[in-house]
């Protein structure tokens, strides 16, 4: 087997890749990706064996942050750049590990690589097949998935000044007990909620990071067409490199337009003064290949998604930074205050045409905590009333698979008197479709990216109080959570934490929940896949 991953819902047969990624990535990538979570692990002993203090490790915490998160799925496509990693991280450990003075550690912890080919041999033998217990490798890839996602939050809120040192020796502690053989599939399982707990923690992190930067979003109308400029379109989840980009654009006659996981930025009031964040352009990540044609300007990927693009016209229009990389793109750095320099994707953008139009009009969104708050005497009387008679979570990711057709049904056939949460780019299933309001509520209320999944929580939690209400499960909301990479792990694992029961998920259950502990879920929380759009909504509403 020249690889084995199955991170992601897309993976071959809901069983696992083995010869190359659906997301595109190679048998090299694969494994040095795993040869880099295998060195987290490493340090990760040392730092809990040798009981060093997080806030001694300066820069590690960083970049322990950034490593997770260039494994997540279409992240990182860069062999180079993930052989650069592991080095740096090699160097991290070995300095730790001689300051502490430590004995008798895992593998881990010693191992040596001084080639990209000894690093190729040594990922053979420490992948996510080299634990043969198959309830112990499912439940130690469930926490290591969900410390990705928890890093890809926590990184975007340090990318903004907030941190939390809570969260960095839980990810240490995670990663270590991922080698310690001794525990069993019920330790794992209590080390999988707990991975909830502080995936609750990193969202609300970050949820005080953006408002605090930016205002708490609020209800806005964003243009889906386009102007006669050239432009850049910027991609990903993170704030603070759209900022840096509206802040070198001014004045230049370059436009920005925001892309899939992007389009909430619009509804902060600190981005509604840029004149030059023109819109959002096209629908979710994976119609990247088409959209990215008609765009013409230079695309920014700030995190993933990154579909592997087919036409070298496009891939020289294509730039990264932070924990993404695509093999021939240019790169990005962030100098040591965190400044990014894209002067050279603005010079680019006035070389080639303005955005070919795809679509008109604009769509709704901003409706994150504080937001529905304002609107929470409005909110209760139509339930009240029995205008509203229950919310449907609909959070989470958007994917290729024709079965994601189930969730733009979904939204169509729910009654008209419910109301949609959403959050992620699931959204773009159902986000344009015209389902009305009630009493001036609209029947989709868009609270943002997936991270702000939390402020979904925020409500539910809101609303218990309002109502006086023991269990948030008493509550008229149902959810119907669409997956697809690491980053929805870690908001499912949170909403476990939380008590919510009876998620329904899809369009599959994850391939890498062996069949007991997929039951275990099944028994503790009422977790199942999803059915039918008519048998679904019949049960829901029942």
């Known amino acids: 087997m020249s690889m084995f991953c199955y991170q992601c819902q897309e993976t ?35 730092v809990i064996k040798g009981k060093v203090a997080v806030n001694d490790l300066g820069n590690v915490n960083y970049e322990v942050l ?103 020796a839980f990810i240490y502690e995670a990663l270590s007990l991922t080698l310690n053989d001794k525990l069993t599939a019920n330790d794992l399982f209590v080390l999988t909620l707990k991975t909830g707990e502080f995936g609750v923690k990193a969202m609300s992190l970050l949820d005080d990071a953006n408002t605090t930067r930016y205002g708490h979003p609020e209800i806005s109308e964003v243009n889906i067409g386009v102007g006669n400029n050239p432009a850049i379109l910027i991609s990903g989840h993170d704030l603070t490199d759209l900022e840096q980009l509206l802040e070198q654009t001014k004045g230049t006659g370059v436009d920005v337009y925001t ?37 013409h300007g230079p695309i920014l990927f700030t995190t993933n998604c990154i579909v592997p693009p087919k036409s070298e016209e496009i891939k020289k229009r294509i730039f990264t930074t ?3 990389g695509f093999p021939g793109c240019p790169h990005i750095e962030a100098d040591e205050n965190g400044k990014k320099d894209f002067s050279q994707i603005i010079a680019l953008a006035k070389t080639l045409k303005s955005p070919d139009e795809i679509e008109t009009g604009k769509i709704v969104g901003g409706f994150a905590h504080e937001q529905v708050f304002a609107l929470a005497d409005k909110v209760v009387e139509a339930v009240k009333s029995g205008a509203i008679k229950k919310f449907f979570v609909m959070a989470g990711c958007d994917g290729r698979m024709k079965s994601r057709e189930y969730y733009t049904e979904f939204a169509k056939k729910l009654p ?16 344009k479709l015209d389902l ?41 909301i149902a959810y119907n959570i669409s997956w697809y990479e690491q980053k929805a792990v870690i908001v499912l694992l949170a909403l476990l934490y939380l008590g919510v029961k009876n998620i329904h998920l899809g369009p599959t259950l994850p391939g890498f929940l062996s069949p007991d502990v997929a039951q275990t879920l099944v028994n503790l929380f009422g977790i199942k896949g999803i059915d039918t759009v008519d048998s679904d909504i019949e049960l829901f509403m029942a």
């Open 12 to 46: 071959a047969k809901n069983t696992g890749c083995q010869i190359r990624g659906v997301c595109g990535k190679s048998e090299e990538v694969a494994k040095l990706q795993d040869l880099l979570i295998y060195t987290l692990k490493g340090i990760s002993e040392i």
């Open 322 to 324: 932070g924990s993404t």
């Open 259 to 295: 892309h899939s996981e992007m389009l909430p930025a619009h509804y902060y009031p600190k981005f509604k003064k840029y004149e030059n964040l023109v819109g959002n352009y096209g629908n979710a990540w994976w119609k990247q290949i088409e959209e990215f044609a008609s765009f």
């Open 416 to 431: 008209k008197d419910t109301v949609i949460l959403t959050a992620g780019c699931a959204k773009y299933r159902y986000n």
């Open 66 to 168: 950034n490593s997770l998160f260039m494994t997540i799925t279409n992240a990182n496509f860069d062999e180079a750049a993930l052989e650069k990693q592991i080095n740096k991280m090699l160097a991290a450990r070995d300095e730790l590990r001689n300051k502490t003075g430590l004995k008798d550690l895992h593998d881990a912890a010693y191992f040596m690589v001084t080639s990209k080919e000894e690093m190729l041999d040594k990922a053979s033998s420490i992948g996510v097949l080299s634990t043969e217990d198959e309830n112990i490798r499912s439940l130690r890839q469930l926490i290591t998935y969900g410390l990705k996602g928890m890093a890809a939050y926590t990184e975007h809120a340090f990318n903004i000044g907030k941190e939390n040192e809570e969260i960095y």
């Open 436 to 476: 009305g309001d009630i009493g001036g509520i609209p029947r989709v209320l868009d609270a943002g990216q997936c991270n702000d999944s939390y402020s979904l929580v925020q409500i539910a939690l809101k609303l218990k109080e309002v109502f006086g209400l023991d269990d948030v499960n008493e509550l008229p």
